[in-house]
């Protein structure tokens, strides 16, 4: 985002919190001309934004949401405060967000985006969201189209003519590697198909099936930094997931990009991040019970795999999606609600009043 603000001309500064150790790997991402500020305390963010006259902020992290609960006047400087929900706060077990600091935040942000309708859970159940839901807009997520090295087939050992499936995802449990070989298994069986599937990614799942071993029309391929290649080289993109705080998996979008359709289970933003008008670039499985319906994923597979018409129903709707993704789109969303935020009077003048 950063850098796309930076390209489209406007001025940026990247604030890093500290909240996690530093990743040199990402902060080589930033563009050298965004200047970078490090402030670990929550003062000081409120020092930064009258020291540099910042006007406008975007926040991506709830701890930084909720600075006023620490130092109520650290956003008094700005004048609009755009912040943006990942899935953080409805994932109660983890964050356990309370209404005094959902309110405390609220109050400091002028509007608030989100990705997935599952994100406006937390202000829906304390009311928030019915005192004003203009306050409240939907953005997706956006990325920069990648440039697309596909990966060579015959590296994978897998045949030109084969259908393949590729998930790329961390190996855990509930991003269901398991129930997508399964489906696999029994789409091969009952379409006569030969269907493949790479499993892309690492972590305690891909660790096993070292040890343990997969079937032959399973290739691991570990960590890549090019799953775009890997998805370019297969047929269709496949996350059977039941991971609760799904909430707008990025790694749909690299398949888009990749000019792929996609097979998923209906979690957190899932189908309408592959939905067009009436169509669906692919297929979406509504869960039973937070359990994948193996033998639906199955069908859907072995439909994808032998009729050639859904094919390419499912193929005419991605370049449309993929458009809709890129983060020059995305960003200049952001920065209409930033420049609509210009003639404002600061936060710290406005206490107590509603938010436009």
């Not at 899935?87 to 109660?92: A, L, S």
């Not at 855990?172 to 091969?188: L, M, Q, T, Y």
């Not at 290739?219 to 059977?240: K, P, Q, T």
Request: proline share 4%; hydrophobic share 40%; net charge negative.
């Amino acid at each position: 985002m950063a850098n796309e603000f930076k390209r489209q001309g406007h001025s940026v500064l990247l604030l890093s919190a500290n909240l996690n150790p530093r990743e040199d790997g990402v902060r080589r991402m930033l563009r050298n001309d965004v200047p970078l500020v490090e402030a670990s305390e929550v003062g000081d963010a409120g020092v930064l934004i009258n020291d540099f006259g910042i006007e406008a902020l975007n926040t991506h992290q709830w701890h930084i949401q909720k600075y006023p609960m620490t130092v109520p006047n650290v956003f008094d400087g700005l004048r609009t405060h755009v912040a943006s929900l990942h899935g953080m706060i409805e994932h109660g077990e983890a964050f356990e967000v309370t209404e005094k600091q959902l309110s405390s935040a609220d109050r400091k942000v002028t509007t608030w985006v989100y990705t997935a309708d599952k994100n406006l859970g937390p202000f829906v159940k304390l009311g928030l969201y019915d005192n004003d839901p203009t306050k409240f807009i939907k953005i997706p997520n956006g990325m920069q189209p990648p440039t697309i090295s596909p990966i060579d087939r015959t590296q994978l050992n897998i045949p030109a003519e084969a259908f393949v499936l590729c998930c790329v995802s961390r190996a855990i449990p509930d991003k269901g590697w398991a129930e997508a070989i399964s489906a696999v298994e029994k789409a091969r069986a009952n379409s006569g198909q030969d269907i493949r599937l790479i499993l892309v990614g690492n972590g305690r799942v891909y660790d096993e099936y070292c040890h343990n071993g997969v079937p032959d029309f399973v290739y691991l391929a570990g960590f890549s930094e090019n799953s775009v290649g890997y998805y370019a080289a297969s047929d269709a993109g496949i996350m059977l997931t039941k991971f609760k705080s799904e909430s707008f998996p990025l790694t749909v979008v690299d398949c888009l990009f990749a000019g792929k359709p996609y097979i998923a289970t209906d979690v957190g933003e899932i189908r309408n991040m592959l939905s067009i008008e009436d169509s669906i670039a692919g297929s979406v499985i509504e869960l039973d019970n937070w359990e994948v319906p193996v033998d639906q994923a199955a069908a859907a597979i072995a439909r994808l795999a032998s009729d050639h018409e859904v094919y390419r129903s499912a193929l005419a709707c991605v370049e449309k999606l993929a458009n809709r993704y890129r983060i020059d789109v995305v960003a200049s969303q952001y920065v209409r609600l930033f420049e609509a935020g210009r003639n404002n009077r600061r936060l710290g003048d406005r206490t107590g009043e509603k938010f436009d």
